[in-house]
């Protein structure tokens, strides 16, 4: 399996924290499991 690697800076982490609980977790579940990228930081 192939990961696709993405890097989050701060401001978007910010961004991130301020979302709802469900967002987040629909946000995380798209970029880890569905689009399969690899979060740097």
């Known amino acids: ?3 696709r690697k993405i ?3 701060t401001c978007i ?3 991130i ?3 709802k609980k469900e967002d ?3 946000l995380a579940y ?3 499991v569905t689009d ?3 979060i740097l930081l």
């Open 1 to 3: 399996m192939e990961y």
């Open 24 to 26: 987040r977790g629909s």
């Open 30 to 32: 798209r970029f880890l």
């Open 13 to 15: 982490l910010s961004e």
């Open 17 to 19: 924290g301020r979302m």
């Open 7 to 9: 890097f989050l800076d």
């Open 36 to 38: 399969k990228f690899k």
